[in-house]
Structures are given as structure tokens and as C-alpha cells.
């Protein structure tokens, strides 16, 4: 009798303790909820524990722990896109602002009744080109908007991309030739068709060439190749005024480096190439190798 009852008051300290342990880790628990609870991006990381083992309670704490990782992730990815869009807005101003500012200028400098017909002339051909800048921008901005958001028409079929290609080559000549820029250019022979729209095809080298012009130093090369299944078309050109660290952020829209925006330049260009290039269930890439920067384009074929 003694005995048992020796053993009974055992075994109530030992329930009483696991008792205790457990409104212990409860109430840790609902602390550590609190802070969670009220936690921001600024407290990453931060994970439930138990001060004592408790099977009970281990399942329940590494749920937890997984919605808490799922909802810093969302937190971290708010972030991120919030301060992209601020990047973005501060850009667009920028954009905006430039050719408007110039219009504004040279307006007010036309009201001048003294003003000779040689500066009129002159004052409005700077209006018509900011404005062609404008407009660039504008409808550059709505197309990738609406690239983004799936609703820039697609009409996909069998297309011959090097008769585009020396086209568009042949109507920048005198670009090239202005800025004095060397082109190396090697279209293998017999090449397949892709499946694209020649319209998109036209967009994406147009953008491609005007890039080089802007930025691409004085030698462009430009390749077109079979490579298995796909067609590949590389854009190799002097890019010193970008680093590894641009590539990463090449395609974003918006992109430039600070040392290249010039007012002129929307920096939509090859975010629009890589959203028609996917589009069209492609595969672009960028690379730089000192201080040639590469763009290649894979094509599959139709």
C-alpha cells in the first residue's frame, strides 16, 4: 500500500512537470506569435521553438515555421516589387520629363515675332524629333504593358527570318555608315523557318539594331546559325559602359545604366525583344565577356 502510493505521487510530479513544461512552450509559443504577428521586413527569419521537447507540440511548431518562411517570402517579394515600381515611376518622369521639357523650351522661343526663318526652322525640327521621342515612349510603354498582360496580338506561322533581318540591315545602312560603325555579318545559308510573327520578328531586330546604334560601340556582329533544333541569331557588340551586374537587369523594363540614359533612350527596348521573344515560345540570353556584350536569341523551328 505504501508502495503505491509512493508511486502515484511519482508519477503526479512527473505529469505535473510535463504539465508545466507544456503551458511553459504554450506561452512561449504565443509569444513568439506575437512578435510574429507584428513582425516586418525588417525582422527576417524568424522562427518558432520549443524551450523543451514536446511531440505534442513539434508538429504543430513546423507548420508554423512553414507559414511563417511562406509569408517572409511574400513579404520579401512585396518588397521587391515595390521598389521596382518606385525605380520604374522615377524613370518614366525622367523619360517624360526630358522631350516635354525641350518641347516647352523651344515653343516658348518660337512665340518670338524677331525669331529668323533659319532658327524656326531649326527650333521646330527639335520640337518634331522630342516629340517623336514622346511618342516612342508612349506607345512602347502600352505594347509592353499589353505583351505583359497577354494581349499583344500573335499571328504564328512558318517565317524566314533572314530576308527581315538584311532588310532592316539594309534600311539602317546609312545609320551604320554615319556612325562610322564596322558590321561583321555571317547568315548561314539554307537556313529553316521558325514559328513567329514576321511583324514581332521585324519588332525584335528593329529594337536589336537601334540598340547597337545607341550603345553598341564601333563594330557590330551579327550571326545567324542552325544549332539542332533551333535557329540562333547573335547580336555581338563593344558595350564598355556595362558590367557583369547590368546583365542581370538587362531585360527589365526601364533599364539603363545610369552613365547611358541620355533622355533620348526609353530603355524599353529589350524588354520588349525578351517579352515578344517568349511570347512566341523562344529563348533569349545576354552575356558579357569583357567588354563585348553578346545577345543570343533561340530559335526554335517551325
Known amino acids: 500500500m505504501f508502495l503505491t502510493l509512493i508511486f502515484f505521487i511519482a508519477l503526479s510530479a512527473v505529469l505535473l512537470a510535463l504539465l508545466l513544461l507544456e503551458r511553459r512552450s504554450l506561452g512561449k509559443l504565443r509569444d513568439d506569435l506575437g512578435a510574429v504577428n507584428h513582425s516586418d521586413e525588417s525582422t527576417p527569419n524568424r522562427r518558432l521553438s520549443l524551450p523543451a521537447p514536446g511531440r505534442s ?32 515611376i522615377a524613370n518614366i518622369s525622367h523619360d ?27 527650333y521646330l525640327t527639335v520640337v518634331e524629333k522630342r516629340s517623336h521621342t514622346l511618342q516612342t515612349l508612349l506607345t512602347g510603354f502600352y505594347d509592353l504593358s499589353r505583351m505583359e498582360s497577354g494581349e499583344y496580338p500573335l499571328n ?8 527581315i533581318l538584311c532588310e532592316l540591315l539594309a534600311a539602317f545602312y546609312e545609320d551604320f555608315t554615319d556612325k562610322d560603325i564596322h558590321l561583321e555579318i555571317d547568315l548561314e545559308d539554307g537556313l529553316p523557318e521558325v514559328r513567329a510573327d514576321a511583324g514581332a520578328v521585324t519588332r525584335i531586330f528593329t529594337n536589336l539594331i537601334q540598340n547597337s546604334l545607341k550603345h553598341g560601340g564601333r563594330h557590330l556582329e551579327i550571326r545567324q546559325y542552325a544549332e539542332g533544333n533551333t535557329v540562333v541569331t547573335i547580336f555581338k557588340n563593344e558595350a564598355g559602359g556595362l558590367t557583369e ?23 524599353l527596348g529589350l524588354a520588349i525583344v525578351k ?17 563585348l556584350f553578346s545577345l543570343r536569341i533561340y530559335w526554335n523551328q517551325a
Not at 156 to 163: G, M, Y
Request: aromatic share 4%; with cysteine; glycine share 4%.
Open 156 to 163: 504564328l506561322c512558318p517565317v524566314a527570318l533572314h530576308p
Open 96 to 122: 517624360l520629363r526630358t522631350p516635354l521639357t525641350a518641347i516647352l523650351g523651344y515653343t516658348q522661343l518660337l512665340k518670338d515675332p524677331t525669331l529668323s526663318a533659319e532658327d524656326r526652322a531649326e
Open 275 to 291: 517579352n515578344l521573344v517568349e511570347a512566341m515560345g523562344h529563348r533569349v540570353t545576354a552575356s558579357l565577356d569583357g567588354s
Open 57 to 88: 507540440l513539434e508538429s504543430l511548431v513546423r507548420e508554423i515555421n512553414t507559414l511563417m518562411d511562406q509569408k517572409q517570402a511574400v513579404q520579401v517579394e512585396s518588397l521587391r516589387r515595390e521598389k521596382a515600381l518606385r525605380r520604374q
Open 245 to 267: 551586374s547590368d546583365i542581370a537587369s538587362i531585360f527589365d523594363r526601364f533599364f539603363t545604366a545610369d552613365r547611358m540614359r541620355t533622355g533620348q533612350n526609353t530603355g
